[in-house]
């Protein structure tokens, strides 16, 4: 299968160079040079990963993936010149799935393109499971579906981010179990841990935002001081 990515950056110089990269290794490639072009080629094409820059005139990449994100789930790497961390915590909470910095190693991008694919794929290749009870989760007033891939607080629908709806349903599949920041980025991300505990972090704030009556006060999902996470019934 070949897979159609779309590269958006505002430097056509970066762009061809990633298209180089892509079609070496059999991707096609769309190309836009701003967050509005990204949108019109995301509405007239089916497209399977987004490689987006964050500086760009007309619309910048963080307002492009929140728009992107309000109807579309595919994978979305953000490629930046900024390098702190809290810039790539922004990413990831807007609904990135992956934060490059530039100067960029071609062999990285490809690696975390792959990465992307295979874990979106993984995900999207499960919706079809055989309806019985093991598919139903449910934990306080929290319930996942995870044929439909939908999560419902109190019984009402709620939208969740990929990553958070996949660390949510490894939760809930431990239920009153200890999980450390590593484990869950392991299972979750299926990669070795790097930066975790700060990762799995954001993601648990964003999470009880959702479903705890008052996030601050937690009383389904809690930390364990010292040892990770548990969601409690």
Known sequence: MSYRILVCDDEKDIVNAIEIYLK???????????????????QSEVVDLLII?????????INTVLKIRTQNNLPVIILSAKSEFEDKVLGLNIGADDYITKPFNAIELLARVKSNLRRFNTLRGNENV?????CIYEVSRVKIDDDKKEVYVDGEAV??????????????????????????YQNVWGEEPINAKKVISVHVCHIREKIEINPKKPDILKSVYGMGYRLED
């Not at 070496?24 to 509005?36: F, N, T």
């Not at 820059?53 to 990449?61: A, E, S, T």
């Open 24 to 42: 070496a290794e059999g991707y096609e490639v769309l190309k836009a040079y701003d967050g509005l072009q990204a949108l019109d080629v995301l």
């Open 53 to 61: 820059d964050v500086m760009m005139p007309n619309l910048d990449g």
């Open 130 to 134: 055989v309806d019985d009870d093991s």
């Open 159 to 184: 939208t969740f981010t990929r990553y958070e709806y996949n660390l949510l349903l490894f939760l809930m599949q431990n239920k009153n179990k200890v999980l450390s920041s590593n484990q869950i």
